[in-house]
């Protein structure tokens, strides 16, 4: 507001500058100022009279004012919107945190990057043009006002040329909005893309099909630059046709005023600078609200995201859980996805320190059962007990952070070993002695001393130059700093060459009696030495015993046995 009315006011001081050329006299009359003669007359009142020097200084100063508003302005806007986007970005992330693992497991990885990413700069973008929409119709007002008190005749013959230009653009707006939600439908798809691209490259490679699933990542993207270039197009025709539709409006009413309403010139110059600067800005704001519309599907798409996963948030106890001292009871567990029984009756009870193995065929619920244990899955029927409190009373993550959880494929961040195995701790001297005591009992204590930089080494993408054993033993290492009480490994060994999984083996081995170890196994020589082993059998626990009493007592565990060569 401040900005349209000193401009206003600036543009206003051009009157009398206009009169001192027409004529000799280099003093005018603030009544001559017509509308405008409050100025004139309340210079008069201060003593100050309209001369030359007068109105050009009180021109540069409302134009030097309008300058420092205009800076405080845009730096209030830039404030505003780089806190909008923090906002947003935190949702975001703080929202996924707690995303429920159910949801996550059934949700489109595409769509997740694509919002994080992409999607986030497409916010941004829309709500600077949202604001600039605002910002343009703010002073559109101001100067329609300005205008109309200067020459209320011409301003209201050039607003009614103004709106029925607008008219043109309904149409071009509507199919913007079109464009940009399938633009942000196809980039989902690219972006999930990409990521299996990236995911499944050695497999891509190896086969021969990296140029076939290139194709389909350009067609996708030949999709999204179909859509960008027919909203550009529009964009350029507005922006072609905005000008020479404001001089037409403008031109036509100039003529009507001066040969058919007789009007003086210098108030229609006064009128039309307000106007013309009013039309710009109309034109402005259609421009961005253009824009606006451009990324709307963006903003429609990280709205419905953020409902999503905030609908998908996990709900958890809010008892803190503290360390592990006794047992966990399984009791008369059910667990359902859909239509289809995973789980069914499921009774038992682990005991600390206890190694456990839990073996059947593949889809028996031996992972169902490990990530109901690891509070990743609630049950649809029964319950777990944790030392004879309901896993649900307690807050998930409390008790999540008491698990060391070793999965078939390792999980190898792109960094130093050193932020690999703890997480990105402070590197001081109790962290460092505790980091190479993790390594030791992983058994990678000399594989890292070996390393050109030790523990600062760089391992690259996923581990990308380590073998399957030093990648599971840098996980277990990992899951050793945090001073855990459980270690679930879930086919830790499957992938491994038969004298990897012997070492790895002999790790767990040296492990037992000092957490309580869950594991999850194909391989049935990993798991020889665990103190019980569960055998499942379609979503029901079919025997408990070590390996011998299985082995004598179960025909099913005696042929997986037999056929493993054990």
């Not at 990409?194 to 350009?218: C, D, H, P, W």
């Amino acid at each position: 507001m401040l900005v349209g009315l000193l401009d206003g006011l600036g543009l206003a001081m051009f009157i009398p500058l206009l009169q001192m050329v027409d004529s000799a006299n280099k003093q005018v009359n603030p009544e001559d100022m017509g509308n405008m003669a409050f100025l004139g007359r309340g210079l008069a009142a201060m003593g100050i009279p309209l001369t030359l020097g007068v109105v050009l200084f009180i021109i540069l100063f409302f134009f030097s004012m309008k300058g420092i508003v205009k800076f405080f302005e845009g730096y209030v806007r830039v404030r505003n919107e780089q806190s909008f986007m923090k906002n947003i970005r935190y949702q975001n992330i703080r929202a996924l945190a707690k995303y429920n693992y159910n949801h996550f497991m059934n949700a489109d990885v595409g769509r997740i990057q694509n919002s994080f990413t992409a999607e986030v700069v497409k916010v941004n973008q829309g709500y600077r043009y949202y604001f600039m929409c605002m910002q343009y119709g703010v002073s559109v007002i101001v100067y329609v006002f300005l205008a109309f008190l200067a020459n209320p005749q011409f301003a209201l013959m050039v607003a009614v040329g103004g709106a029925l230009s607008g008219v043109i653009f309904t149409r071009m707006h509507r199919k913007t909005k079109v464009l940009s939600k399938k633009v942000t439908v196809d980039s989902h798809l690219f972006q999930g893309l990409l990521i299996q691209k990236v995911a499944f490259f050695k497999y891509l490679k190896a086969t021969g099909l990296m140029n076939r699933f290139a194709s389909r990542l350009e067609e996708t993207n030949d999709n999204i630059e179909r859509s960008q270039r027919k909203a550009g197009m529009i964009n350029a025709a507005m922006a072609a046709i905005r000008e020479p539709l404001v001089i037409l409006v403008v031109v036509s009413v100039i003529l009507v005023q001066v040969f058919y309403f007789n009007q003086k010139i210098a108030l229609i110059i006064l009128s039309l600078l307000l106007f013309y600067r009013a039309l710009t800005f109309l034109m402005g704001l259609q421009n961005f609200w253009n824009l606006f519309l451009n990324v709307s599907g963006s903003l429609l798409n990280m709205d419905l995201f953020l409902k999503e996963l905030k609908a998908g948030k996990e709900n958890t106890g809010a008892e803190k859980f503290d360390r592990f001292r006794d047992k966990i009871e399984v009791k008369d567990l059910c667990f359902s996805y859909e239509d289809k029984k995973i789980l069914e009756n499921v009774n038992l009870t682990l005991y600390k320190n206890e190694t456990v193995a839990i073996v059947g065929e593949s889809g028996s619920g031996k992972t169902t059962l490990v990530n109901m244990l690891a509070a990743l899955l609630k049950p649809v029927f029964g319950e777990i007990l944790v030392d004879g409190v309901s896993l649900s009373k307690y807050k998930a993550e409390t008790f999540q952070r008491c698990i060391g959880y070793i999965t078939q494929e390792p999980v190898i961040f792109n960094d130093n070993i050193f932020n690999n195995v703890t997480f990105w701790s402070e590197p001081n001297e109790k962290n460092i002695e505790k980091f190479w005591s993790a390594l030791k009992k992983a058994s990678i204590e000399d594989f890292v001393k070996l390393q050109p930089d030790k523990e600062f080494t760089i391992l690259g993408n996923n581990g990308i130059n380590l073998s399957g054993g030093q990648k599971q033993r840098l996980s277990i290492a990992r899951e050793l700093y945090k001073d855990v009480d459980f270690l679930f490994m879930d086919e830790a060994t499957s992938a491994l060459d038969s004298e990897t999984e012997l070492a790895i083996r002999d790790n767990i081995d040296e492990l037992k009696g000092k957490y309580s170890i869950i594991i999850i196994a194909h391989r049935l020589s990993t798991v020889r030495n665990a103190d019980r082993i569960i055998l499942m059998h379609k979503g029901k626990i079919e025997q408990i015993g070590n390996f011998e009493q299985l082995l004598q007592s179960s025909p099913s565990f005696k042929k997986m046995v037999e056929l493993q060569g054990i």
